[in-house]
């Protein structure tokens, strides 16, 4: 039973415009919600989060939207670069004393110059 | 400033065989969890380990297990592999605290059972 969900298993865009990666989870307890970044051969890198007590995020080219009514959370880059193309993995966790992250299965990001 | 640090980098073992990976979390962190990310998945959380003990676990086995050192680095032992054990296996480092904070991922081991 997947808890997080990223629908989208990849998305192609042009360069400069604009990304949207989408994802949705089903627990309306989870409190922080991350997004990660992967090239092939390395670990994931943090890209930016929110908490359950916003709906928005902005840090650079990247901003994070939370819809806590409809359990939806996206991504947005803008502008798209080249180097942006990787895996993004949404994560969230329910926050308290530990902090499991529950990840989606990623959305492979393709973006042509 | 040292970021996650994981070692080897790749291992090859034969089912039955027993493992040992081992991490060090980034400067300043307490807390390192451990995930494994099989082909086209995500990571899946196996457990966390917080003053040396383990605070969560995940659904895995007991062929799984860990242990945090005082300097707060990190072994993964898996015994009796079986050729699903085959994946990538993830660090991730933390500063304890109210649960929201970020967690820093280390490179990952690549270990194939044969």
């Known amino acids: 039973d997947q808890q997080v969900k990223q629908n989208s298993p990849s998305l192609s865009v042009q360069e400069g415009r604009i990304s949207i990666l989408n994802c949705d989870y089903t627990?309306?307890?989870?409190?922080?919600f991350l997004w990660y970044k992967k090239y092939p051969a390395e670990g994931p890198t943090f890209l930016i989060s929110?908490?359950?007590?916003?709906d928005k995020n902005e840090d650079g080219r990247f901003t994070v939207f939370l819809n806590k009514s409809a359990k939806h959370l996206s991504l947005h880059i803008v502008p798209s670069q080249p180097g942006d193309s990787a895996v993004y993995f949404c994560?969230?966790?329910?926050?308290?004393?530990?902090?499991?992250?529950?990840f989606g299965t990623g959305t492979l990001l393709a973006v042509q110059p | 400033d040292a970021g996650v640090t994981q070692s080897p980098t790749h291992l090859i073992k034969t089912r039955g065989q027993q493992v040992t990976l081992r991490c060090s979390p980034k400067?300043?962190?307490?807390?390192v969890s451990w995930y494994q990310q099989a082909l086209g998945q995500g990571p899946q959380f196996i457990f966390q380990?917080?003053?040396?003990?383990?605070?969560q676990r995940g659904n895995f086995p007991d062929r799984f297990s860990g242990h945090q050192f005082p300097n707060y680095s990190s072994e993964l032992n898996v015994n009796a592999l079986l050729l699903g054990d085959s994946a990538l296996y993830l660090c991730?480092?933390?500063?304890?605290?109210?649960?929201?904070?970020?967690?820093?991922f280390g490179p990952g081991t690549r270990l194939l059972v044969l």
């Open positions: 991730a480092s933390s500063l304890a605290g109210r649960g929201g904070e970020t967690q820093y």
């Open positions: 929110i908490s359950s007590i916003k």
């Open positions: 400067s300043g962190h307490d807390t």
């Open positions: 994560a969230v966790n329910y926050g308290g004393a530990t902090n499991k992250l529950i």
């Open positions: 627990n309306s307890m989870f409190d922080y």
């Open positions: 380990y917080y003053e040396e003990e383990e605070r």
